[in-house]
């Protein structure tokens, strides 16, 4: 209806029938995507989200959990994304593929957690930091190369794999980096 002021991060992965109000001042529903009315802020993936994702080239921010368990196999994102909020992607088992991350300043917290069948990212241009368990449980297919621009990355950024075949990180660059757990 009209009078929803706010919807929660994640709460409509999944869901099927989603229907929002055209005369809401504050949302819209587009090809199975809840967006901001202005456009800029994509809000969440329904059940209905196309496999192969192409964000809107106005979308400024991903909100988090937006895409957490959606049945994509690919993702396109907008030049003007330069976060990738905490579970963004998180239990998404059939993406292979996410694109568009050149401008990509930070990963967040479980942003890709379990999401077992990524294999290919964009070259990242930007990238800064790597926060907590963002890789979590890809499970060994992914191979990335990071730039010299990373200046951090966090603890367990890329463990819990469960195959024998480890994650291929490349670092391009002389920094030192440390970690908690060994």
Not at 62 to 78: C, H, M, N
Request: hydrophobic share 35%; net charge positive; proline share 4%.
């Amino acid at each position: 209806p009209k009078s929803v002021k706010k919807i929660g991060d994640g709460i409509l992965s999944g869901c099927h029938k989603v229907t929002i109000a055209k005369k809401n001042p504050r949302y819209q529903l587009k090809q199975g995507v809840v967006y901001t009315k202005n456009g800029k802020t994509l809000v969440s993936a329904t059940g209905n989200v196309k496999k192969d994702f192409v964000l809107p080239a106005k979308v400024t921010k991903i909100r988090p959990y937006a895409f957490e368990g959606a049945d994509i196999t690919s993702v396109k994102l907008s030049r003007h994304i330069i976060d990738i909020a905490p579970g963004t992607f998180a239990l998404c088992y059939e993406l292979t593929k996410v694109t568009g991350m050149k401008r990509v300043q930070r990963i967040g917290y479980g942003a890709f957690f379990g999401s077992d069948e990524l294999k290919t990212m964009d070259t990242f241009h930007s990238l800064k930091r790597i926060d907590r368990a963002a890789f979590w449980r890809t499970d060994g297919k992914l191979s990335i190369t990071l730039p010299s621009s990373i200046e951090e990355i966090d603890t367990y950024a890329f463990s819990g794999y469960t195959q024998t075949t480890p994650i291929n990180v490349k670092i391009s660059s002389s920094k030192k980096f440390y970690s908690k757990a060994g």
